[in-house]
Each structure stands twice: as structure tokens, then as C-alpha cells.
């Protein structure tokens, strides 16, 4: 599998797979990500700003994330816990997995290269999920993912960080 930056050539596919993700969620009564977001626009400023990442498969895009190191704003005001660290940090939106490709590890590989990519330039990955996004939480949980207090990114959120071991010596 191959982990790099999307290029404008991936955006109707990544469109697609965000789209079949929207899907999956309306179909669960989850109401995240059923106002317009994200949409080709938000897809194309991840381009244009170079932190959407894909993970490839067979020259197919298996998995969409957007991969931040200048933070999150609406992490400032968590309540109901803390963060870990301070300082500087990774932040993962808008992950999706294509429908093809759910159940196959995606998800979890897509994860491990962010945090391949992430070490040695911060100290650890934070990332947010809609309370009733089950599958999220199982993801990041079993990532080694801890659930640190809420957050709002339109709605409550819950937010997890993941301190990341210290990059090794060559």
C-alpha cells in the first residue's frame, strides 16, 4: 500500500468515498457529517493545502484523511478532561475508508502511517469523533487512542490523543 499526499487527480474518488461514508452514517442515525461537510470543496482546500493524505491500494484510493500539524482550533476548549501533552500535535479529520475496502484494515494501516509520518516532528496525534460513531471509536481505541474530554466541531465531540514514542536512533 501506498501512503502519500493527494493530488487533484484524487479528488472524485475521495468525493465518492466521503460520500458513501455520509451514507453509512445517515443510515446508522448519525447525524454527523449530514450538513454539506465535507464536500469537494473541503476535499479540494485539503489538496491545495497539502494535508489530504491517501492510503492506495492497486492504484485506488482505499482510504481519505486530512493530516494537520498547525492544530486545531476547537481543541483549545476541551472540557470534561485534558489533553495529554502540550505543544505541538498532529490532528486527523475527515477519515474514510472506501466502502470496498471496510472490515480490511484501512483504517487501522491508514492510522499507522500518520503516525509514522508524525513521529519525530510532534509529540503526539489527536483526533475527534461524533459520540455515536461507533466504528471511530473503536478504531482509534484499539489504536492505543485515549479519550481525553469533549470537544465542539459543530456538535460535541469526543477527542482522543495518542502520545507517540520517541522517534529511533539511526
Known amino acids: 500500500m501506498e501512503f502519500r499526499k493527494a493530488v487533484y487527480s484524487d479528488v472524485d474518488e475521495i468525493v465518492e468515498i466521503v460520500k458513501g461514508g455520509q451514507e453509512r452514517l445517515r443510515a446508522q442515525g448519525i447525524d454527523q457529517w449530514q450538513r454539506g461537510y465535507p464536500n469537494r470543496g473541503s476535499i479540494e482546500?485539503?489538496?491545495a493545502a497539502e494535508v489530504g493524505m491517501v492510503l492506495c491500494d492497486?492504484?485506488?484510493v482505499a482510504a481519505?484523511?486530512?493530516v494537520i500539524f498547525t492544530g486545531e482550533p476547537a481543541y483549545e476548549a476541551i472540557s470534561g478532561g485534558?489533553?495529554?501533552?502540550?505543544?505541538?500535535y498532529a490532528v486527523v479529520h475527515r477519515l474514510c475508508v472506501a466502502a470496498d475496502r471496510l472490515r480490511g484494515g484501512c483504517g487501522v494501516e491508514f492510522m499507522r502511517r500518520?503516525?509514522?509520518l508524525a513521529r519525530g516532528r510532534v509529540?503526539?496525534?489527536r483526533i475527534d469523533t461524533h459520540p455515536d460513531?461507533?466504528?471511530m471509536q473503536r478504531l482509534v481505541k484499539r489504536m492505543g487512542f485515549v479519550?481525553?474530554?469533549d470537544v465542539v466541531i459543530e456538535s460535541r465531540r469526543l477527542a482522543y490523543e495518542k502520545i507517540l514514542p520517541a522517534p529511533m536512533a539511526e
Open 45 to 47: 482546500a485539503d489538496v
Open 58 to 60: 492497486g492504484g485506488r
Open 64 to 66: 481519505y484523511g486530512a
Open 82 to 88: 485534558g489533553w495529554l501533552t502540550d505543544g505541538p
Open 114 to 116: 500518520v503516525e509514522r
Open 123 to 125: 509529540p503526539s496525534v
Open 133 to 135: 460513531n461507533a466504528v
Open 147 to 149: 479519550h481525553c474530554g
